[in-house]
């Protein structure tokens, strides 16, 4: 057995409680559990035919692929993420089967949660713009590099905040890349993903403005008002 098989095997193997439940979509099922590995967390997500489809797999493969790729990608581009300690995929009896494992991102929590439990009404406003500050320049840096999220919501914005002698400090990563992809262009990339992201945010319009200025200031460029997408 070649030693990509044996990973896939072990991993596939292994198990934790559930952090996201096996769910049915794409016509397979795809779900995610914590696992102790070495004395560290880990997070597997597991899939069975739960597929996508490019002019380069026009039949389809599992979507744990294309996200381990983009999770990769990102760090090449200094974007932060979760860390891919293995992801691929194998023909099972007829069925595709996909892994992926991914590093703990320790003290982060999605940005959703962390408005809901009050953290704005926590910080002064500065500190907030720090926030914005600190996502437009991730976001463009991202885009820069012709690579698009594909389902930008803040929930799939995550957050660490550090306190320091000079107040807080943020820190900001992004997750869940199942529909995540390079484009031919960083406009591209940038319209879609910035149309996504102002229907799926908290933000107030003064805000959404802050942020949008230092976003195409840090991008080099104004986008057009584009209509967003699902």
């Not at 044996?6 to 559990?33: A, I, K, M």
């Not at 581009?77 to 691929?88: D, E, H, S, T």
């Not at 890349?177 to 910035?194: M, T, V």
Request: aromatic share 10%; with cysteine.
């Amino acid at each position: 057995m070649r030693q990509s098989e044996q990973l896939f095997s072990y991993w596939w193997n292994t198990s934790g409680p559930w952090v996201e439940e096996p769910n049915v979509r794409r016509s397979g099922t795809s779900g995610v559990q914590r696992v102790m590995h070495d004395g560290s967390t880990v997070y597997v997500k597991r899939q069975t035919g739960h597929l996508f489809r490019s002019l380069k797999y026009p039949l389809g493969r599992p979507t744990a692929m294309r996200e381990g790729r983009a999770l990769s990608k990102l760090l090449q581009l200094g974007v932060n993420a979760p860390q891919p300690i293995f992801y691929g995929a194998q023909k099972i009896k007829g069925l595709w089967h996909g892994i992926l494992v991914t590093k703990d991102l320790n003290g982060f929590q999605d940005l959703d949660t962390w408005y809901d439990q009050g953290a704005r009404a926590q910080l002064t406003s500065n500190e907030h713009d720090k926030v914005l500050e600190k996502l437009a320049s991730l976001l463009a840096r991202m885009h820069l590099g012709r690579w698009q999220h594909g389902c930008m919501r803040s929930k799939h914005i995550f957050i660490k905040v550090n306190t320091t002698s000079n107040g807080p400090e943020f820190d900001l990563a992004l997750l869940d890349l199942e529909k995540s992809h390079g484009r031919a262009s960083s406009l591209r990339a940038a319209r879609h993903d910035i149309a996504q992201l102002k229907r799926h945010s908290y933000w107030s319009e003064s805000e959404w403005q802050y942020f949008l200025s230092h976003y195409e200031k840090s991008l080099g460029r104004t986008i057009a008002a584009q209509p967003g997408c699902s």
